[in-house]
């Protein structure tokens, strides 16, 4: 407890960690339900230390590993549980579906290469299979490359 306080005030509380504490049958159980929501916790760089590989793989992750590999969800299903499910269930208008009026966010992948290839030694490592990205309606990636700043802001719920 003591090293941990002291690694916590010499860091000014910057500090992030990585617990391993998820089973992989639980996780694919989890994915399976409905309900479930694709979406990351990961902290961007900048927050101290390295960041969890799933910053930049959590998508890719389930597009390539759970839908194409491992057949947990359907593409499609997949697809819905990252974008138009999280959107409506948190009431952000305008975002998760491809619909005039709405967002342009983007993300142009091949389906037959997604997947993420980050690891604890290199987190940030760019996932495969995805040339382009559009982030409100800007290229943000383009030939697989970060060609732009991000583009992105908080996204508030309606009542």
Request: charged share 25%.
């Amino acid at each position: 407890m003591d090293a941990l306080i002291d690694v916590l005030v010499g860091e000014r509380l910057r500090v992030s960690m990585i617990n391993f504490a998820m089973h992989e049958d639980d996780l694919e159980l989890a994915m399976a339900d409905p309900h479930t929501m694709i979406g990351s916790d990961g902290l961007p760089p900048g927050t101290g230390g390295k960041p969890h590989p799933r910053l930049t793989g959590t998508f890719p992750r389930v597009l390539g590993r759970y839908a194409r590999e491992r057949g947990v969800l359907t593409l499609p299903e997949a697809i819905r549980r990252m974008t138009s499910l999280p959107a409506a269930s948190f009431r952000i208008p305008d975002r998760g579906m491809i619909a005039p009026g709405h967002i342009a966010d983007l993300v142009a992948f091949d389906a037959d290469a997604v997947i993420d290839l980050g690891d604890y030694q290199d987190p940030l490592r760019p996932p495969k299979g995805i040339p382009w990205v559009c982030q409100a309606g800007r290229t943000v990636v383009d030939n697989g490359e970060y060609i732009a700043p991000r583009n992105g802001r908080r996204l508030t719920p309606k009542a």
